[in-house]
């Protein structure tokens, strides 16, 4: 489980399949997450995979459910975290050319991203889709594969309805009826069109409302209902297990940066 100290990110962005850190980064014991962590800094850390090999660096990719410990952080930094079931994670899974598991993969994988400097931009900072897009740009991520591209009107339908039914049990059966399509048609469409697929979609969405609830003065129990979570217990495992963070830090990373 990743630790809080030290981590004081300023501005973030939760998408469907996404989510963007950018600020300082504590050290963190070791510990896994779902997510594919592209890691950037203005100084070198210090990272370690699990076989207790360290490497400084100011650039990585580590791979889903990797262990890896964060030795030493960063005051400017950035953290892209990756759905690895989108179209956009399993383009990025295929830099790991040998062991995943190895920092000198991880390392060897962020080839081409030394030269983006979080903290000597700050243009960056107001906006972050734009550093996203040239992150993954540098990766081999087309832009319609961050940003979404034009889909069958269904799958647009489907789109549109699915924030307003995040206070409950979302079924992919309820809503293809909803557009008129067989659950099996739309779970095709939708994976194919959107670039994830639909449950892991709907989560990302279930975050993303979540960090908005705690932002508008909602406590965390009152946020993980709104977002359709059971409890506060639960939202906190779900975001753990993606991220490797609390939803204190995770929160943090959303709060929109106030410019100078």
Known sequence: MAASGGWDGRFGVIQPGW???????????????????????????VLQDSGGYQRRCTAAVIPANAPHT?????????MLYLEPE???????????????GSIDTWTSAANGLTNIRPGQDKAW???????AVNILGVLG????????????????????????????????ADVGAEVGLSA??????????????????????????????????????EAAHAAGFADSSHLTKVTHRTFGLPPSTLVKAVTPLVPD
Not at 125 to 131: C, F, N, V, W, Y
């Open 19 to 45: 989510h963007l850190y950018l600020g300082a980064v504590g050290p963190a014991n070791e510990h896994a997450h779902h997510a594919i962590q592209v890691v950037l800094s203005d100084t070198p850390m």
């Open 70 to 78: 964060i030795v030493k952080g960063a005051a400017e930094a950035v």
């Open 86 to 100: 989108g179209t956009a994670g399993r383009t990025v899974s295929g830099r790991w050319c040998s062991d995943p």
């Open 125 to 131: 900072a107001r906006t972050p889709e734009s550093l």
């Open 141 to 172: 991520v087309a832009d319609t594969h961050l940003r979404g591209d034009t889909v069958h009107p269904a799958v647009g339908r489907a789109l549109r309805s699915l924030p307003d039914m995040l206070d409950g049990p979302v079924r992919l």
């Open 184 to 221: 099996s048609r739309l779970r095709h469409l939708f994976a194919g069109q959107v670039g994830l697929p639909f449950r892991r979609y709907v989560l990302w969405l279930r975050l993303q409302r979540a960090a908005d609830e705690v932002l508008g003065g909602a406590s965390l129990t």
